[in-house]
């Protein structure tokens, strides 16, 4: 149910955003004696990396694409700064939580995908550029147009509980992939 819930805050947004935090060509460069190349049935050539942090990756020759079972920072990023760009413009759409602490779980999310990052990057000063971004993008007229179902999930991505996940996420290094978003 709260796969459903991510997919429809995430379809509020629009189009999927590209992968800001990794440089997959680089990523393979620096792996290059672990990739695995074949070529599919259909002509097409895939190169595959399995990292030890449980990061897979997989290039075609027109786009990468990482996934990380154990979860997907970046996305959680997204959701949660999307979540705060709505709890400062209606913030009578929060049933629970601490609408405030999203900041703080910004923060501390952002410093660990910054410094997971390829290459790596400064979250002092990706995160405005970043901020700014999230608020272009979902910033807009009808921001506060949210459902029951819609409202149940930002409230848990603004509830204490989220702590918990976000501390086990950021406890080891891990390249910050989208997928799965939950």
């Known amino acids: 149910m709260i796969r459903a ?100 779980r910004i923060e501390t999310l952002g410093r660990h995908i910054a410094a997971n990052a390829v290459p790596p990057r400064d979250w002092a000063v990706e995160g405005p550029v970043y901020m700014a971004r999230i608020r272009e993008r979902y910033d807009r007229p009808g921001i506060c147009d949210i459902s029951a179902g819609q409202r149940f999930f930002l409230d848990h991505l603004a509830s204490p509980a989220m702590d918990a996940t976000i501390a086990a996420m950021t406890a080891t290094p891990r390249l910050p992939v989208l997928n799965p978003c939950l």
């Open 5 to 104: 819930y991510a997919v429809a805050i995430m379809a509020l947004a629009g189009p999927a955003a590209a992968d800001p935090w990794i440089d997959y060509e680089l990523v393979m460069a620096q792996h290059a004696d672990r990739v695995v190349t074949e070529t599919l049935a259909d002509g097409t050539l895939l190169r595959t990396l399995d990292l030890d942090d449980g990061t897979r990756i997989r290039c075609t020759p027109d786009r990468c694409f990482g996934v990380n079972d154990s979860g997907a920072p970046a996305c959680l990023l997204e959701m949660i700064a999307s979540t705060y760009v709505r709890a400062q413009a209606c913030p009578w759409s929060f049933a629970t939580g601490n609408p405030s602490d999203l900041a703080r």
